[in-house]
């Protein structure tokens, strides 16, 4: 039994060594992306728990959108986190690029996304949703690409803000239309 045990995890250390170059290797291609938590400038910023949890899900769903290109390698928010909470970020600084460019090299980075909920407004039996994203380049300091985004929905803020990050990832002047050259 003792002898079965050791060729086991013998055979797995072996697979481990062989796979594990090519593994690092193929996430060495990509440059790393951090998504620092989005700002919220909207009138209802110091809203309800259910305003910060629409805020947080259109973070998500741009973090999903981003890790899906399978172009970039993205950070995950604890690793994220614990930096900055070394640093003792502050949130307000999220807006300022060079700011942001700083917290990009210590944490990393290549380039960093900084979100901002511009606006949510109820407007009759609809709710609108304005965020913008901008992708900086930390070592220059420099904006790589933007995205401007609206949103609308009957339902909830959570949905409004899905549709304005969607926008503003792939509408006529998303991050990702201006990273396939323009086109939608």
């Known amino acids: 039994m003792y002898l079965n045990l050791k060729k086991i995890f013998a055979l797995l ?5 062989i796979t594990l170059p090519t593994t690092f290797a193929a996430a060495a291609g990509k440059p790393t992306v951090a998504i620092l938590p989005f700002a919220d400038q909207s009138a209802r910023s110091a809203g309800s728990a259910k305003h910060k949890d629409a805020v947080e899900d259109s973070y998500e769903y741009v973090r999903t959108a981003i890790e899906q290109t399978n172009r970039f390698r993205v950070m995950t928010r604890t690793e994220i986190m614990q930096v900055l909470d070394e640093i003792k970020f502050e949130r307000s ?3 300022d690029i060079s700011t942001a460019a700083q917290y990009g090299k210590m944490i990393g980075a290549q380039y960093i996304i900084v979100g901002n909920v511009t606006g949510i407004a109820r407007r009759g039996s609809e709710i609108f949703a304005n965020l913008s994203l901008r992708m900086v380049e930390v070592e220059t300091a420099e904006v790589f690409l933007s ?13 409004a803000l899905e549709n304005a990050a969607d926008d503003a990832l792939n509408g006529k002047m998303g991050m990702f239309t201006m990273m396939r050259g323009g086109r939608k």
């Not at 250390?13 to 060594?17: C, G, N, S």
């Open 13 to 17: 250390l072996l697979i481990a060594f």
């Open 93 to 95: 600084g999220l807006v």
């Open 147 to 159: 995205g401007r985004g609206k949103g609308k929905s009957k339902y909830d803020e959570t949905e």
